[in-house]
C-alpha cells in the first residue's frame, strides 16, 4: 500500500480521535456541572461530526441547562425526525415546550408517547403539566392519576375548593394557577441550585462502537438518593397557538379551541388523603407535587397559605426565561397567552406600525404604505386608520405585535376564502392575501370603511373584548346595528336598512342576508 492510500485513512482516523475526544470531554465536564465548558467541547465535537445524535443529545440537554431553549427545541426536533419511534427525545422537547410556556406543543408530543407507552408515568405527569398550563383542570387531574402522580392530582382538586366557590368546570382561577405556578417555580430553582436538574446519566460511556443511541431525559435520576420527581419552573398562561381558520365556526372569535387528539384520559378518581410534609418554606417542594410518596396538606389553613403566598422573588435571569417568548417553529404566526402575536416574518408581511411592540431584521429594513384599493386599482389615501397606516415591512425576519388599546388580537388563517372586515381592525398580513376597499353603509348617509381580504396566509385582527359571531342563514334576514358590526365572512350582502323598513322607524341598521356569519361588537 503506498503512501497516498496511508494519508486518508490515518487523516479519517485522527478526525475520529478527535471527536471521541471532545465527545468524552464535554460528558466529563457536564457531568461535573461545568456546562459552559461543555457547551464548548460538545461543539468542538458536533464541528468533526454534526449528525452524531449521541453529541447532539449532549450539546441539546447543555443548552437547555444555559437557558437557550430554541436551540435545545431545534436539536430534539431533528432527533425526532431521524428516530421517530424514540421515547426520550419526545420527552426532553415536551420539557423544552414546557419551559417555554407552549403547553400545547408540549400536549402533542407527550400524547405520542403515551399512544406508544400507555404506562409512561414521567409522560403522564408532564402531560398534566401541560393540561395545567392550558387551564384544563379536568384533564390535568385524570393525568395525574394516570401516571400516579396522585398527590399532585389532589391538590389540583383541593384548588378549586376551600374558601371560594367552584370555578368553571375544568378551568382554574387566576389565583389558583398562581399557586401551582410559584410552587414549581421554586422547586425548580432548588433543583438548579441543587445541581439536581436537568443532568444526563453520564456514568458510564455514552460512545460505542455499535453506534446505537440511548438519549437521557434532562433530570433523569442517576442515584438512588436523587430519585426525586420535580417541575419545571413555567411562565404562567405562556402558550402560543396558532391561528384558527375563519372556517370554523364559533360563536366567539376569541375561542381558539385546542387540538383535540384521539388519546382518552381516564376517569377522574379521587385518592385517599395523606399526611402533608411541607418543605422547609411552608408549602410542597417540587419533588412532593409530583412524587406520590410525598404528600400534602389536604386543607391547608389560611397561616399555610398565606406562607405559600410570600414566596421569595426569583432572580433576574429566572425571571426573564420564565417570561421568554419563543416563535413558534411549525406555523408561521402564533398567538402568545400574553395578548400578543408572534410572526416569523417570510415575504409580504405588512403591519400597523402602533401594533408593533418589537422586530428583529439583518442589515436593513425598508417601509412603504400600503394603499386602498378599488377595483384593482390603487388609490392616494393609505390602508389603516388616521395616524396608523399599514406598512409593508421588507427585510423584517421575526415580529412581535400588541393589541391597541381596549381590544384583543386574533390572527386568522385564511385559505382562499373571502373575508371582509373593518379596516380599523387589520392590524396585519401575511402571506398571499390579496385586500381591495370596500364600504358598509350605515343608515344616515355616512358608511364605514371595510375591507375585503382574501387568498392564502394569515391576518390579525383588533377586535373588542366583548365581539362574537352570529349566523346567517338563507332565507333569513338579520338586522344588525351598523356601528356593532365589525366584519363577515361568506355569501353574506349587507345593506343599509330605510327607517320606513325597520321596526320604530328606527336609523342605523344594517340587514345582513345570505349565507355565513357576522362579527358583532356585543359590547
Not at 16 to 23: Q, T
Not at 217 to 242: C, I, N, Q
Not at 349 to 354: E, G, Q, S
Not at 506 to 517: K, P, T
Request: glycine share 10%; charged share 20%; hydrophobic share 40%.
Amino acid at each position: 500500500m503506498g503512501d497516498d492510500d496511508v494519508g486518508p485513512q490515518s487523516g479519517r482516523e485522527v478526525s475520529a480521535e478527535d471527536f471521541l475526544f471532545h465527545l468524552y470531554r464535554g460528558s466529563e465536564l457536564l457531568q461535573d456541572d461545568r456546562v459552559h465548558e461543555a457547551k464548548q467541547e460538545l461543539e468542538n465535537a458536533l464541528a468533526l461530526q454534526p449528525r452524531d445524535a449521541k453529541g447532539q443529545d449532549l450539546l441539546a440537554i447543555v443548552y437547555f441547562r444555559l437557558g437557550l431553549y430554541p436551540r435545545a427545541i431545534a436539536i430534539y426536533t431533528e432527533l425526532i425526525q431521524a428516530f421517530p419511534d424514540a421515547t426520550t427525545p419526545r420527552i426532553n422537547l415536551a420539557l423544552c415546550y414546557l419551559k417555554t410556556g407552549q403547553p400545547s406543543s408540549a400536549r402533542a408530543e407527550l400524547e405520542h408517547v403515551i399512544q406508544r407507552d400507555p404506562h409512561h408515568s414521567r409522560a403522564w405527569g408532564y402531560l398534566g403539566l401541560a393540561f395545567q398550563r392550558l387551564g384544563d383542570a379536568e384533564r390535568a387531574v385524570a393525568a395525574f392519576q394516570a401516571g400516579g402522580h396522585h398527590v399532585m392530582a389532589r391538590r389540583l382538586t383541593e384548588l378549586s375548593q376551600p374558601g371560594a366557590p367552584p370555578p368553571a368546570p375544568g378551568r382554574l382561577t387566576s389565583p389558583e394557577r398562581e399557586v401551582v405556578s410559584r410552587a414549581a417555580t421554586e422547586a425548580f430553582d432548588e433543583l438548579e441550585r441543587g445541581g439536581a436538574g436537568f443532568r444526563a446519566e453520564l456514568g458510564q460511556p455514552r460512545v460505542s462502537a455499535s453506534g446505537t443511541w440511548a438519549a437521557v431525559e434532562p433530570g433523569r435520576e442517576h442515584a438512588a438518593a436523587d430519585r426525586k420527581s420535580f417541575l419545571p419552573s413555567l411562565a404562567p398562561s405562556d402558550s402560543l397557538v396558532p391561528p384558527p381558520s375563519f372556517g370554523a365556526r364559533s360563536s366567539d372569535p376569541g375561542s381558539i379551541p385546542l387540538q383535540t387528539s384521539p388519546l382518552q384520559t381516564p376517569p377522574l378518581q379521587t385518592p385517599p388523603l395523606q399526611t402533608p410534609k411541607p418543605s422547609a418554606g411552608g408549602f410542597p417542594s417540587a419533588a412532593s407535587l409530583l412524587d406520590g410518596e410525598t404528600t400534602i396538606a389536604s386543607s391547608p389553613s389560611s397561616t399555610a397559605f398565606d406562607r405559600r403566598s410570600c414566596a421569595p422573588p426569583p432572580t433576574a435571569e429566572s425571571f426573564a426565561r420564565n417570561h421568554l417568548l419563543v416563535f413558534p417553529r411549525d406555523h408561521s404566526v402564533g398567538l402568545h397567552d400574553s395578548g400578543c402575536v408572534l410572526i416569523r416574518a417570510g415575504t409580504g408581511v405588512a403591519a400597523r406600525f402602533d401594533a408593533v411592540r418589537a422586530m428583529s431584521f439583518g442589515t436593513s429594513i425598508a417601509t412603504r404604505p400600503l394603499v386602498k384599493k378599488t377595483r384593482g386599482r390603487d388609490g392616494e389615501e393609505p390602508l389603516g386608520i388616521a395616524g396608523a397606516p399599514i406598512l409593508a415591512l421588507d427585510g423584517v425576519g421575526e415580529l412581535v405585535l400588541g393589541p391597541p388599546a381596549g381590544t384583543k388580537l386574533f390572527p386568522i388563517a385564511l385559505s382562499n376564502e373571502t373575508v371582509t372586515v373593518r379596516e380599523s381592525a387589520l392590524v396585519a398580513l401575511d402571506g398571499d392575501v390579496v385586500y381591495e376597499s370596500a364600504r358598509l353603509p350605515n343608515g344616515d348617509g355616512d358608511f364605514i370603511a371595510m375591507v375585503n381580504l382574501r387568498g392564502t396566509g394569515t391576518v390579525t385582527l383588533a377586535l373588542p373584548v366583548g365581539s362574537a359571531s352570529l349566523e346567517v342563514t338563507e332565507g333569513r334576514t338579520l338586522l344588525v346595528r351598523a356601528h356593532a358590526v365589525l366584519g363577515w365572512l361568506g355569501r353574506v350582502s349587507a345593506r343599509a336598512l330605510a327607517p320606513s323598513e325597520s321596526p320604530t322607524r328606527a336609523r342605523g341598521l344594517v340587514a345582513m342576508q345570505g349565507e355565513g356569519m357576522v362579527l358583532v361588537d356585543g359590547r
